[in-house]
């Protein structure tokens, strides 16, 4: 269930974002750290795929007799891609936050 956790909560940001788009408010601080924590779940899903992978494999022949027991575990081309669009995520949003920084010191700019 921790995949579809990782899964759940990044559709819930999403939708959140999102939503805040839709009401104007593009540059704004709560937008920022939902797009990082997207891009953050999205690269610990990917970094833990291969451990649960694992997991899965075992509790699945754990009851096989000695010597028929397996754990697979291993990271895809995939799961690599998805780890660089998460990295890319995390440098939007840095990309973001400036960009908010940058509207609220024109805000207060006479």
Do not use: C
């Amino acid at each position: 269930m921790i995949p579809t956790g990782m899964i759940m909560s990044i559709l819930y940001l999403l939708y959140r974002l999102f939503k805040k788009y839709s009401q104007g408010e593009i540059f704004d601080g709560r937008n920022v750290v939902r797009i990082k924590n997207i891009g953050y779940f999205i690269l610990a899903y990917n970094l833990s795929s291969p451990l649960y992978e694992g997991l899965v494999t075992y509790a699945l022949t754990y009851q096989n007799e000695v010597g028929h027991k397996m754990i697979r575990m291993g990271l895809s081309g995939m799961n690599l891609f998805s780890i660089a669009i998460a990295v890319m995520i995390i440098i939007i949003a840095w990309i973001m936050d400036e960009g908010r920084k940058l509207k609220e010191n024109e805000a207060y700019t006479i």
